[in-house]
């Protein structure tokens, strides 16, 4: 194999829908960034938060293997999210010894009002193109999302954004 065939394009080199995927990238990370900001928590506890809001309430042990941290660690965002009022801890009622994380539902609107407007505009985007446009667009997300999952290596991590996916 030669040199040149080694070397990897540079993102200049890439079809314009893969550059605006690389935006899209870059600009969900500020649409976060800023949705922590407004919160006042940091990267971690912004994720326990759509954990939180995504599913619901959980036991402190749910929720640090969506995160993949371990107890001590996630007991740490807990004790940060509550002291900032996003939750509240309560006794567990299907275990008597354990506690469960409950979002305030202060914090929920509070997110929601910044997350549902871009929810709702990115959703109504779709719905300026035809079914056979729409189909197109949805295979091509398809294979992104593939490719990405190739190459992130194995993971079966639940995601915040949806509620039935089953955790580690």
Request: proline share 7%.
């Amino acid at each position: 194999m030669s040199q040149s065939d080694q070397q990897t394009p540079s993102f200049g080199e890439s079809h314009a829908a893969t550059l605006l995927l690389r935006e899209f990238l870059d600009v969900t990370s500020d649409f976060e960034r800023s949705l922590g900001n407004e919160l006042a928590v940091n990267a971690t506890d912004l994720t326990a938060m759509q954990h939180l809001i995504a599913a619901g309430p959980m036991s402190p042990t749910a929720l640090a293997e969506r995160l993949e941290l371990s107890s001590a660690a996630v007991t740490s965002v807990i004790d940060r999210l509550e002291s900032l009022g996003h939750v509240h801890r309560t006794p567990n009622p299907a275990d008597r010894r354990g506690t469960i994380v409950v979002p305030e539902p202060a914090s929920v609107g509070r997110a929601m009002g910044r997350l549902i407007p871009m929810i709702t505009a990115v959703d109504r985007a779709i719905h300026d193109f035809d079914e056979d446009e729409r189909a197109t667009i949805t295979r091509y997300l398809e294979r992104v999302v593939g490719a990405y999952r190739d190459h992130a290596g194995s993971t079966e991590r639940a995601r915040g954004w949806r509620p039935d996916a089953p955790p580690r």
